[in-house]
């Protein structure tokens, strides 16, 4: 059983920032890629940032600049730095992993696997 765990978010006014997390935890054996994904309301859900197993990162045209996207491999854990907060920036939050756990009887199974979403939300 895993599980992707996300803080961080809240309520925040224009040009404020907030930092979300994401704790993996459960039977991983390793994590290839992680990342963040929104969705507002009447919206597709869209890809923010993304972070491969080696460190490199790939991001929105909408956040570049702004957000930050970082990793901590011993924690399995992912960051989301959100600086300059604009109010389109308003959505649910989801952390998503790449990840091989292992089950009892069958071996090292890949999957993906998706946080329970957080909401952020950018108003005065």
């Known amino acids: 059983q895993v599980q992707l765990v996300e803080s961080g978010g809240g309520l925040v006014q224009p040009g404020g920032s907030l930092r979300l997390s994401c704790a993996a935890s459960g039977s991983i054996f390793s994590i290839y890629g992680m990342g963040w994904y929104r969705q507002a309301p009447g919206k597709q859900r869209e890809l923010v940032a993304a972070?491969?197993?080696?460190?490199?990162?790939n991001y929105a045209d909408s956040v570049k600049g702004r957000f930050t996207i970082s990793r901590d491999n011993a924690k399995n854990t992912v960051y989301l730095q959100m600086n300059s907060l604009k109010p389109e920036d308003t959505a649910v939050y989801y952390c998503n992993a790449d990840l091989v756990t292992v089950v009892p009887g069958t071996g090292k199974v890949r999957s993906d696997y998706w946080g329970q979403g957080t909401q952020v939300t950018v108003s005065s």
């Open positions: 972070i491969s197993s080696g460190g490199s990162t």
